[in-house]
């Protein structure tokens, strides 16, 4: 299936759902024969007549009285000459609702009567009386100009001089009386993941909010009763989030400022700002159930319409009155049988209002209706030619679903008045080339996308006729763009319109916005006028679906805002302060249950942890043996002094130490214990030095505070190793009869760290003669340094050598400052830091290599 135009219209039978219903009017009684004359009898006659009659009818002379009451009627339509004239013409002595509007459209303009015998002797004109006569003065000219002028411009009030100079606004506010929050329709513009906005249509929510304290002496109080969701609401340009939505919408006055006069409590108005004082970016916020406005900004409803229209429907006033005053003032070249071209006839209230005026005023709209989802041919290349739109694939395939609702509309808008619907400005070329029609004069554009102006530049006359293309919809807030050559060649005006600029720019025409509204309301009476609209109740109804029922082009029905009235407000406050209140006490609650946890469970970290490296430790109540020894070298039958290494990886560390005895003296020995083979080094061994946290140093920096479970695992397997390692040398010392201060340790990794921590907890009886720790991983020193405060000094200093590799990511920069740091605080430690150049986290032969070299200032002579 493929869009494609065709010469017939689609026509509904009278048993469809969308159509509207028509009412035949009865006709009246002859007149004439109730009083008893020729239709052609003269005005004396007609009274003669009626005099004689109306005495013999008489209901006090046994007359009927419904027989003496028609002919009442009669004679006082008959002696009316416009009356009888209409009567004569067509039947009827009233105006019908659909004349009544004709009549009162553009001055009458669009009025169209039968052609009366007289009108050629009429339609003989002499030159003399075609002479427009100008003023016969020029201060008969002054005069008629200073009555044309605006005379509320021309005075100036008390109002104005207050708004105009200083006064003290604080004793003339007015406190508001409603006290709680209201609900507040909130948008907030849509943002990719960097924070920027990425425009189209705004997310929206519901929530109640706060109402400043006070009105101003000029400012009212509104209570909304109905807001409709137009593109102003849905594409609103915002730049921040929590912006309250809406720029028009009724309600009744609530409070009125001090120096209002004009309006009283429970006055109906319409709130229609100025556009100056109001933008897409900061609106008024009309999206609330009670919203403060300025006086001038509010219109007040007159009680005619309320009378007749729901709220909803008078809140589409200025939808409405925007598409008569289009009409009336952009199409005064237009005659009835013209062409209106349309690009919006099926969004929301706007198109349904343009397309019931046309179909008043006889006047043929031509309808371009474009789906999303559907296949688009775009008009591109000179004005006027052909070859713009020939070219143009029109076989692509629709999708089912856009099919049907594509047939649903058009149909819903030829029954409303369209008298062709096109899918595309493509399809409506081909159309008017087929059947030889004359492309519209007028073209309205509702859309307002980028490319919208330019297709319906191809569809309309050349500009030297007259035409004008006019934007009046807010659309999705894009820029327009039209080529110049396009523009130049086609040679037209394109117009903007905005009923809210419009009614502010002239008292009469808020007047004149109203007797609209009133004309409108004969026409909703007599069924010739629909108003569909569907509503939504905020604070109950999900708000997120109305705005995206308004924004689906498939649905033109017109989606209305309403809200909750104040006692509802009242109690949902009430029952919100007291949920509210529930969700504070068991938040508290909750809060003093985990701050009772979390002291409990801080106060047993801190016992565990000051348990830790003592006599009372689990550690020292429950051993777990010595570690084992996975090498010996040098003199290990007699020695004078004992070297112990402890490092990470058995296997590849002995390779290296293999080659350490040959560089000794004769006395020494040399071990090597392993702590990974230990059953208690099993999780230390699994912790994986190249972790985040382990690279970027926050590993090392955490303190008691930010301990976990986990973390104190680690420094109870750290005590048990060293512990086991005190034990393992202990025999060895107890078989050579050496002591502690003739043992120097050499530790990498881990062991180092296992190590550091049994010497600095004076797990060792006495202090060692030296340690040489090549990239020792040390865990928490801020921990460590902490407990060594307070431990008593030694007599002797023990000397620590500090082997760094410039390139090991486990050991980073911050860590060495903080370890260098707190060691050289240690009252029985002398520090010594190095490094090996181009050097990674490993025990190899560069190590070995700087081992050979400290090790005589270790071991002495």
Known sequence: FRFQECSRKIVLGPCAPSSPKHFVDMAEPDYYSLIGVD???????????????????????GGDPKKFQMMNKAYNILTDQEKRRRYDSTGRAEKSAEEEFVEGFGGGRLHFEPRAKDADEKAVVSLENRIITQPASHEDGFAEWLRQRDQSSMVLTDKDFMKTHLFNSAELATKVNHSGPVQHVLGSPKTDAYGQVMGGAVQVQAKPRPLKKTIDHDEVLVRMLAVPVDDSMIYADLKKSGVCLGMTGVGRIEQAGSRIEDLRQEDAVIILPKPTKFSSEKPVGTARTLVPCNEEDVIKVPAEILEELTPEQISLTPTIVSAY????????????GDSVLMNAAHL?????????????????????LSLPGAPKSVVKGEYGSKSAWQDADTRQASPPTVRAQYERIS????????????????ALLRWRDRNQRMLPKLALDGIATRDSVEQLIHCVQAGDKETQILVYGHGAAQPIEVSPPLLAAWGGKINGF???????SSSANIKKLMAVMENITKLVRSNKFVCDTVLYKVGEDAISDAFSRAADPADSTQVVLIFPTLQEEQQTSKEEERKEKQRIALAQEQEAARRKEEEERDKLKNEWLNLLFSEQSVAAMSPEGPLPVTYEGGNMNSPKQLLVYIGDNPKTDNVVLKELPASLDSGIGLLSASWSEHPAGEAFAEFNLKAPEVVDGSWYLRDRIAFENSDLDMLH?????????VETLESRLNEFGLNWSQVSIIGFGKGAGVALYAALFKLFPIPLKSMILFCPVVPFPNFLGERIQHLQASPALLKVFLVWGNRSRCTPGSYRQLLAQILRKSQ??????????????????KSLGVLNQILPLCLGK
Not at 498 to 504: E, G, K, L, T, Y
Not at 833 to 842: C, G
Request: proline fraction near 6%; charged fraction near 25%; charge should be negative.
């Open 828 to 845: 029985y430690v002398h520090c010594t830091p190095d490094t090996i150049p181009d050097a990674d986290h490993v025990f190899d032969s």
């Open 411 to 426: 149909e819903l808008l030829v029954t409303m008045g369209a008298e062709e619907v096109f899918p595309d400005a493509v």
């Open 498 to 504: 905005n009923i809210a600029r419009w009614v502010h």
């Open 717 to 725: 397997d750290v005590e048990l190793l060293g512990r086991s390692l």
């Open 325 to 336: 005053i289009v009409l009336e003032q952009y199409g005064s070249k237009l005659s009835p």
């Open 39 to 61: 239709r052609n009898a003269t005005l004396h006659e007609i009274r003669s007549k009626f005099r004689a009659k109306v005495l013999a009818e008489h209901p006090d002379k």
């Open 348 to 368: 929301s209230a706007s198109g349904s209002a343009l397309l019931q005026l046309c179909k008043l005023l006889k006047l043929k709209p031509l309808c371009i």
